[in-house]
């Protein structure tokens, strides 16, 4: 199939292209900046230069495709708003696909997302979820709820690094996935017509507290970690303040995120029927301790033979005539 995915360059995005080209798909991916997306022309995928907040530009990138798999989302590093991105970005690219006959659209919202109309991201992404589904598109909507990935800048190299690791008082377990399990589904789903305009709920195999996934961490490493409580009602101030400023609504939306993280239930689904749907084996899907073991002993690794090269370099600098003691 002729595929165009969106947020390629992203952490989702980048194992769905890698996932669609390794099953022989062709694959266009719609990027801002080709410059920073040459890992995926050398993974065999075309480029095509657009940007969901200029309409004309996704009408062109439609052209010649028949599913779109959209896994893009406002950068946090962006000076954009959410709303600009995630909706008016999305509204155009939904119409594009519509007017362009798109055999198929897959879209990525996340878990819940019903139960938080006051959290401006969850509130967009259930208004998107509504409009894909009125917008007479063959949908496929997929709604994970947090991903490995990013417990390892939250975690892992802060404890790597000898520096605080913020964990918030009240916050919930979630059950993270593995983004290469993810584009598993988003892929499948091309295959099976029986997941065609459904909604499915993704969870890994464990919901996971803050406090568990330190622990999990301090052990992989045999390192202490330095924690930092935070308080929920510090946070919810922090938002309230970012709203008095005009030019910090993207960081008030995000620090409204902090409800979702306290809320009492916690972020998981029951699996079983899913993955009898989309034809994946559940036992192959990763942990979150084999995950995490396998990154620190890479890191491990490097830093080991980093220390290793160092000291050669010293060694080889020492005068050949002295020992180091002399
Ligand atoms: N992260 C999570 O824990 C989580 C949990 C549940 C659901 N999700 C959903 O999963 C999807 C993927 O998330 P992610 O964390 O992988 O995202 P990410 O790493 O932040 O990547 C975002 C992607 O969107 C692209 N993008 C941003 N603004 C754009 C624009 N104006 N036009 C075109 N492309 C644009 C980015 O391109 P550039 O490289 O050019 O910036 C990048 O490829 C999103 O829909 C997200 O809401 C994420």
Redesign the pocket.
Known sequence: MNLLI????????RQIARRALDEGHEVTC????PR?ATFLREWGASLIK????DPETLKLAMEGNSVVI???????T?T?GIRE?DWD?KVALIKAAKAAGIQRFIF????GSENYPNVPLMDI?QCTELFLKESGLNYTILR????FQ?LIAQYAIPILENQPVWVMNEATSTAYMD?QDIAKFAVSALSHPETENKTFDLAGPKGWSPDQIVELCENIANEKAKITRMPIGLLRNGQKIARFFQWSWNIADRLAFSEVLTAQTPISVPMAETYKIFGIDEAETATLEAYMQEYFDRILKKLKQIDYEKNQKQSRKRSPFKTPSS
């Open positions: 969106v947020g390629a360059t992203g952490t989702l995005g719609l990027v801002r900046t920073a657009a940007d969901l907040r959209d896994a893009s989302t406002v950068r946090a962006d954009i991105v970005g990525f919202s996340i878990l992404k994970p709820c947090g991903f990013g983004t």
